[in-house]
């Protein structure tokens, strides 16, 4: 049994790792200062009789933990663009001095300590698909910088704390997740089209929608992501679902999942959205035997159940 730490553990994936820890017999202590985390996601497990507990505090601010740690997750961060230009100092706060707090923690600890890292930091990119070797195209004082600069400063500050002070690091850049625990209203596609659809109301695609994203069901991705945990691997590795379709595509199929009625209908295409998005995941695949099990039918199906109890639609 480890004793691991959640930063950002009532959010959409930390949520879903407190579960998974849970399940795997690990003790779990789940940190979140709520901005865009929801305590609904947890409460099954502050009622339980688990070893779990959660504490609200604000990482960017000195991490305080008694006892041992052996891990420590950081998965704290506004991580929709909606929330980000929204909360863009916060999210510069979370990735920088957040993720500074983390590693010195670890380092006090001895535990090992896994940065969240994002396919963001590959910005709108030239090279398609995306492995870890790409450089990427961000903008760096653009909208969504408040992120993508903020994710790779963080990758910077995680891999000096290793080479510098012998921390024991690891990096996963995410790429497009979805699942059940996301809020009504965090802005991203797939929120977004599920609360639309569900409800009736016009289908908002943004651009023409010919912009492409490969979207991961969100077990397959804490899967991924443990087994990067458990491994030596120090650089970046992927975890995504290399199955790439464009936003107009995926509007019509959460329609068609849904049975729904609404039409679709274009918006501006925000400052900065990446034109293409696909992760290569032979890193993952050769170094953790890992690859993602559910297809987009499966997952839209667990998804829309969740989304239409969310909305009491049943
Ligand atoms: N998008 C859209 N309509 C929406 C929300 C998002 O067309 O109501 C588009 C958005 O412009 C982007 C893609 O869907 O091209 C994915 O956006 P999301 O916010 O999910 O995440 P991103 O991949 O941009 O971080």
Known sequence: MKRVLVLGGAGFIGSHFCDFL????????????????????????????????????????????????DYILNLASPASPVDYLEHPIATLKVGSMGTHNSLGLARKKGAVVLLASTSEIYGDPIVHPQREDYWGNVNSIGPRSVYDEAKRYAEAITMAYN?????????????????????????????????????????????????TRSLCYVSDLVEGIY????????????????????????????????????????????????????????????????????????????????????????
């Open 227 to 314: 087994r990067l945990l458990i491994s030596d691997e120090i650089m970046p590795v992927n975890i995504g679902n290399p199955n790439e379709i464009t936003i107009l595509e995926l509007a019509e199929r959460v329609i068609k999942e849904t049975g729904s009625k609404s039409k679709i209908i274009y918006k501006d295409l925000p400052v900065d959205d990446p034109k293409q998005r696909c992760p290569d995941i032979t890193m993952a695949k050769n170094i953790l035997n890992w690859e993602p099990k559910i297809g987009l039918e499966e997952g839209l199906k667990s998804t829309t159940k969740y989304f239409m109890e969310k909305l009491g639609k049943n």
């Open 163 to 211: 080479r510098y002070h012998g921390v024991k690091t690891r990096i996963v850049r995410i790429f497009n997740t979805y699942g059940t625990n996301m809020r009504l209203k965090d802005g991203r596609a797939i929120p977004n089209f599920m609360c639309q659809a569900i409800n009736g109301e016009d289908i908002t695609v943004y651009g023409d929608g010919s912009q």
């Open 22 to 69: 849970l399940d795997k017999g690990h003790s779990v202590v789940a940190m979140d200062n709520l901005i865009t985390g929801d305590l609904n996601n947890i409460k099954h497990l502050i009622a339980e009789d688990k070893p779990f507990s959660f504490v609200e505090h604000d990482i960017t601010e000195h991490i305080e933990i008694e006892g041992d740690v």
